[in-house]
């Protein structure tokens, strides 16, 4: 900091506890907010162009590595999307499969998130290491809880990492009705140490803080929408799946390998938990609404630091559901529908814990991939949590630079980026005069 000229700089080399690597930079002049840009340096992956020319049947093994947390993401939009083009539909008890590997994937990657990188922020430590010296026995039941959404990833999908078993038409395997039952003890653990999570994490000092977002999400008629729904926000867009193009564009800016995703026109949008709360709130299981109404959220949220009360709340919803599916399930004849290729171009969507992933490919009569493009969420976010950043440095530009920084911080993990899936933070330089 220079007492003369009245600048002062900030720089931080890498933001801790987020996915992947970028950088922040701000720019103030005499207390007003010149330039907020968000920075993803990570080096492009190319998957899309890795998908061309490969069998149709291959896309949800690709997909699966763009992401190691939220691979069943990834997996599930690109089956719907091949489904669709081939004019399959999957049902009964393999539709149920496959929302109930997707509440595992849900469970896991919420409670990473609210223990191991958002809760710090909150109480004011460095990471989650630091924070276990004081409260052992909250990130003990962070990590219990994380395993249980892996251990049915692991049944449903072959393995935690980058599962094996899903497929175009259903899966390589299906479990057996005891298989599934196994679980059910843990799972019933999880959803009361969710509700706990809820009471936790609503007790934590938010900022003062909220936008007025427009929020996209799916939304199905009879369901908290995760695997399948319409595309809808609070400011009236309603479309299906194959729409996306006519509503969303994607924008190349210098500074990021990773593409804005914008509605026609510029304008940021906001996906993932806080988005799915607002639009989806009548289709919460019960529990999960009741739970909601006594923290306090009630039916609109627009404060995107109360994301982690609702991430806690979508955790509920996840153990909710994976008891209802193990309950009613019923082992079906075969593991998965028949599937034959034909020419045609087609979208899936489905909602990562962060929010849409939407994919969209066109195959040949043979069944060979000439085309992808896959909108991951956090590319869908990047110029949203820029105006959360722009807004809330307006509001704070006198903090001291080391608070100021921490808001920061805390801003973007409140949408919980995954900056390699999009590509691809964080390195902040505070440029104030």
């Not at 987020?18 to 103030?28: D, F, N, S, T």
């Not at 008891?323 to 399930?329: C, N, V």
């Amino acid at each position: 900091m220079s007492a003369e000229s009245g600048t002062r700089t900030i720089r931080v080399d890498y933001l801790a506890r987020v996915e992947g690597e970028g950088a922040l930079y701000v720019k103030v002049r005499k207390g007003q907010v010149k330039d907020v840009q968000l920075k993803l340096f990570e080096p492009p992956r190319f998957f899309e162009a890795f998908l061309r020319g490969r069998r149709y049947t291959e896309a949800p093994d690709i997909t699966s590595r763009i992401c190691g947390i939220c691979p069943i993401a990834y997996q599930m939009s690109s089956i719907q999307a091949m489904e669709r083009i081939c004019g399959v539909t999957v049902s009964g008890p393999l539709s149920d499969l496959r929302r109930l590997i997707y509440c595992g994937e849900w469970i896991e990657s919420h409670v990473l998130h609210m223990y191991m990188l958002h809760a710090p922020d909150f109480l004011g430590y460095p990471d989650a290491l630091a924070m276990a010296k004081d409260h052992p026995d909250v990130v003990q039941r962070g990590l219990r809880m994380k395993k249980c959404g892996n251990q049915l990833v692991t049944l449903l999908g072959g393995r935690e990492i980058h599962p094996v078993n899903m497929k175009v038409g259903g899966f390589y395997r299906v479990p057996l009705k005891s298989e599934l039952a196994t679980l059910r003890p843990e799972l019933e653990w999880t959803l009361a140490a969710a509700v706990d999570t809820a009471r936790w994490t609503s007790q934590f000092t938010f900022p003062a803080f909220e936008s007025d977002y427009e929020f996209v999400a799916l939304q199905h008629p009879h369901e908290y929408a995760i695997c399948e729904g319409r595309l809808v926000s609070n400011r009236g867009l309603d479309c299906s799946v194959d729409e996306f193009e006519q509503h969303f564009e994607e924008q190349h800016v210098e500074r990021s390998t990773a593409l804005h995703c914008v509605r026609k026109g510029g304008t940021p949008y906001m996906v993932g938990p806080l988005a799915r709360y607002n639009l989806n709130f009548d289709r919460l299981t019960p529990l999960a609404r009741t739970t909601a109404q006594d923290v306090g959220l009630g039916r609109a949220c627009h404060n995107p630091f109360k994301t982690i009360v609702v991430r806690a709340i979508e955790t509920i919803l996840a153990c909710e559901e994976a008891l209802t599916i193990i309950d009613r399930y019923e082992r079906p004849d075969r593991p998965a529908v028949d599937v034959h290729p034909r020419e045609g171009r087609k979208s899936g969507c489905s909602e990562a814990p962060r929010g849409i992933c939407h994919h969209t490919y066109r195959i040949d009569p043979q069944g060979l991939i000439q085309d992808a493009r896959i909108v991951p969420p956090t590319s869908q976010n990047q110029k949203r949590i820029e105006e959360d950043l722009r807004q809330l440095l307006t509001a704070h530009a006198e903090l001291p630079a080391d608070r100021l920084q921490w808001l920061c911080e805390q801003a973007i993990r409140n949408y919980d980026p995954c900056i390699s899936c999009s590509v691809h933070f964080l390195k902040l330089h505070l440029d104030r005069t």
